[in-house]
């Protein structure tokens, strides 16, 4: 068994799974544009994504507005380009926080066993159960707009993810007998798992959490649209979509699609890099053993 | 070469025969296979006996077409008089499942365990339409009672069985379609001492009574020995001796063969240090000028690094060779005489 | 004969309804060697982890240097399980010595040279890190040379990753990593099946030569009875779990008692070797023993 078939796959995305090394390429070198765009955007933004130009309201592209303007004459251009720091940033501390927590827990049942185990498995089970968006908007509705609730309700979603899958290759790094060996030599356990175990199932949960990242992305946009998300003003490609329907029906669909292509173009981004490297991780498994 | 021996069994063709197979996989300094010569005649058990990285699996498996992915191969590799080398992807097929059959190191590896042995069995001869199911069904019937499994197995699953009832269903299975070549590697590796003895001992019954010539892939020159009728030894992708099983056992011709026969602990050796052979296996990225022992070699001379031996009959013994410049020079240590 | 260094007496272990381990006792002396001889599911391997403290056993001791072993390790179990912040620093202070005390009565080999080394970390960083835990003050640059000499590797393997190394060098170094702690008892599980002849001759002298030096014991776990005969002065013979036969190495080969012995021995290939009479000589053993076994 590769450690391949361990990482988890929305069904659509299996597509992406590609061995050409080009696409690879492309992708990984378009997902560091976004992060360059996202760290440099108050000085790449050409105008202040928050001024209202009503005069240029719903017009499409011009010289002083190269991707046109929404409904309220905003910049669709510089809206877009300071909508990447949210866009990046609230899916990143998912996976962070859904990482860190998911590989606590996996790694905790599969090394311990027993009753923990049970514990953990089953309540990672239970989280399975609920669908991440409706956390999401229950967290919401207890405690408001804004990024935190959401993100603290994604990563709780997210770490049964992460944790079944380090518990399984826990389960199967635990086989090895350098761990056994480590335990006879007399190191603790939390050495073992800190220093050994750990890095060694690291590569595979990492190509998780960057599929994950994808996910995570598409689920904040989503909370966005529906006004769950950022607080309002916040430049956000979710909450441009819903912003750019009513210049649609108006037959200026940029200032929507513009930010739509956005979304997808970076989910695929991030999902063939993860994808790539979970291919990766794999046939280095299938060469050492 | 040594087309004398070779010729006094002019009436029939050998079942496998291999002449100066060479494959050369991307990246290495030297070829896995050097020239290597082999011959299995009908219902004869050649032993291809040799450590890791030899090229001894590798030259079973070419016997079935199966090269490794980028390898370049030259010379002839004939199967029942069929060249395999040249053959397309529909013939490598019908000769993987009508004329040759493998048996692996390890049985579970080559079973899909959701699918119950009965299914295993006859899946090969019902898709390639050799035979239809009621057919099928008999011959798997015949077949398992011939390895002494029970009927009831073929509705069993692979993981209700042990290792060496596994071991015998692959067996079964390999001789499904009636091969006249078993190509077997290490088939016992992974068995436990006294099922090993069980499984060589219907591998030789099963030969007699079909008449397969078998290939038989192994580390292990003291079983070699005692199954064979011809033992072939390599080293470093090249055949550096071959003849009968006893004599070669009992009276090596290479110093290799002689080292390894030493460095074996046994039971009838006397206790204490082993004869060790210094030194590992050159590796594919070094080239080889002479004799790839020649470095381990506790007899080698200046010549041996330099110029490679050829393969040269050895005197008064039939169908064997030895590739050494002081093969005829030297007196070595056998099996039996070790003290 | 010499003060026994290892006890093991009366060690039963149960997995589910299989008898793994069945009443198994037998001593090691200081410096001496003994071979624990068994197929596939005769037990041996769980023996060989009970002794060096992987699995439990359910009854029995397990004694190195005087020292009861299983005792110890029960203790350390049972404050394992109340771990949490709650537990004052010397507790687990003293939990540590403990183990580290455990880890110096014995260390083991593993039977995949492959598997048993961490394949991130390079051979020098795996031995000083051993040394680190057992010998904080010692001098592990040196250390590290000398062990490295005394497997028969040099400085250049030091940098090297487990995976720039052969089957018989990454055993070498499983070997260093043992010797590192510097127990009282080795245990080898199988540490020289999975090599080829020619470095498993290598190891088997390297084995011998430092059990000269060192006065170390050992455990050795295996299948083969060559092996069996080139390394250990004792030999336990096990079969489904309980121990068949024992006796000095060479008594036990050149004249077993027990007829599951024989047959062993008549199974290993060599001159006279006959695989019908084997398999018949198995179906009679297995066949008597069924009689014998209560329905």
Known sequence: MSSLTLVRRRPGFRALRVSRPWLFYICAGFAAVIVLVAVLAPWLAPADPNASDLSAALTGPSCAHLLGADGSGRDTLSRLILGSRTALLGPAAVVVFSTTLGVAVGVAAGWRGGWLDSLLSRSSELMLAFPGLLLAILFVSLYGTGLVAPIAALSLAYTPYVSRLARGLTLAEKQRPYLAAYRVQGFSNWAICVRHLIPNIGPVILAQSTVNFGYALIDLAALSYLGLGVPPLTPDWGAMVNDGQSAMLQGQPLSAIAPCLAIVVTVVAFNVVGEHWADRVANREDARS | ?339 | MAEPVLEVSGLRKVFGSQVAVDDVSFTVAAGGSLGVVGESGSGKTTTARIIVGLDHADAGTVRIDGRDRDHAGRKARGADAGRGPSVARSARSGRRAERLARARQVQMVFQDPFLSLDPRLPIGTALTEVLRLHHPDGDHPARVTELLDQVGLGTREATALPRGLSGGQRQRVAIAKALAVEPSVLVLDEAVAALDVSVQAQILNLLADLRAELGIAYVFITHDLGVVRCVTDEVVVMRRGAIVERGATDMVLADPSHSYTRLLLESVPGPGWDPQLITAARRALAEAEAELTPR
């Open chain 2, 1 to 339: 070469m040594n087309t004398a021996q070779r010729s006094q069994t002019p009436q029939k063709s050998q079942t496998l025969h291999i002449r100066g197979l060479r494959v050369s996989l991307p990246g290495t300094a030297r070829p896995v296979l050097d020239g290597v010569d082999l011959e299995v005649g009908a219902g004869q058990t050649v032993a291809l006996v040799g450590e890791s990285g030899s090229g001894k699996t590798l030259t079973s498996r070419a016997a079935l077409g199966m090269l490794p992915a980028g390898a370049t191969a030259s010379g002839v590799v004939e199967v029942d008089g069929q060249d395999v080398l040249t053959m397309d992807a529909r013939a490598l097929r019908r000769l993987r499942t009508t004329t040759a059959a493998m048996i692996f190191q390890d049985p579970r590896a080559g079973i899909n365990p959701v699918r119950r042995v009965g299914d295993f069995l006859t899946e090969a001869l019902r898709t390639n339409g050799a035979a239809d199911k009621r057919t099928a069904r008999k011959r798997a019937l015949a077949l398992l009672d011939a390895v002494g499994l029970p009927e009831r197995v073929l509705r069993q699953y692979p993981h209700e069985l042990s290792g060496g009832m596994l071991q015998r269903v692959m067996i079964a299975a390999s001789l499904m379609a009636d091969p006249v070549l078993l190509l077997a590697d290490e088939p016992t590796t992974a068995l436990d001492v006294t099922t090993q003895a069980e499984i060589i001992a219907l591998l030789r019954d099963l030969q007699s009574r079909f008449g397969t010539a078998l290939l038989f892939v192994t580390h292990d020159l003291e079983l070699a020995a005692v199954i064979a009728d011809r033992v072939a030894v390599m080293y470093a992708g090249r055949i550096v001796e071959t003849g009968p099983a006893e004599q070669v056992f009992a009276d090596p011709k290479h110093p290799y063969t002689a080292a390894l026969l030493a460095a074996t602990p046994r039971l009838d050796a006397p206790a204490g240090r082993l004869a060790v052979i210094p030194g590992r296996v050159p590796d594919l990225r070094t080239e080889i000028a002479g004799c790839a022992f020649a470095g381990r070699c506790a007899h080698a001379v200046d010549a041996c690094g330099q110029e490679r031996p050829e393969t040269a009959a050895v005197p008064d013994r039939s169908q064997a060779t030895v590739a050494c410049w002081r093969s005829s020079t030297l007196t070595l240590q056998g099996g039996a005489s070790r003290g």
